[in-house]
């Protein structure tokens, strides 16, 4: 009995140590968004595409804002629309 007793508590413990292993994010860190559903967040009335009112909505820093709506408008029509919101972005350098 006692020898079972021990076994089950061993991989209990086992158990608990490799959960405890499971990646989490760095403190601190942003949680990924999935950039599909930023933008249906974003897009208040539906039409599939944001204006610069809805992409700059509630935004931290209006000027950086702009600026992003600016570089994500690829096609300069005044909108963006959710291919150019979803498409990735240069690298940057760390």
């Given at each position: 009995m006692k020898i079972t007793a021990v076994l089950f508590a061993l991989i209990v413990t086992a158990s608990v140590s490799f959960a405890a292993?499971?990646?989490?994010?760095?403190?601190?860190?942003?949680?990924?968004?999935?950039?599909?559903?930023?933008?249906?967040?974003?897009?208040?009335?539906?039409?599939?595409?944001?204006?610069k009112e809805e992409f700059t909505a509630n935004a931290k820093d209006a000027a950086k804002a702009e600026k992003q709506f600016a570089?994500?408008?690829?096609?300069?029509?005044?909108?963006?629309s959710?291919?150019?919101?979803?498409?990735?972005?240069?690298?940057?350098?760390?």
């Open positions: 292993d499971e990646k989490k994010p760095a403190e601190g860190a942003k949680p990924k968004v999935d950039p599909a559903a930023a933008f249906a967040k974003k897009d208040k009335d539906g039409n599939g595409k944001l204006s570089n994500k408008d690829k096609d300069k029509d005044g909108s963006v959710k291919e150019e919101f979803t498409a990735a972005g240069p690298k940057k350098d760390k």
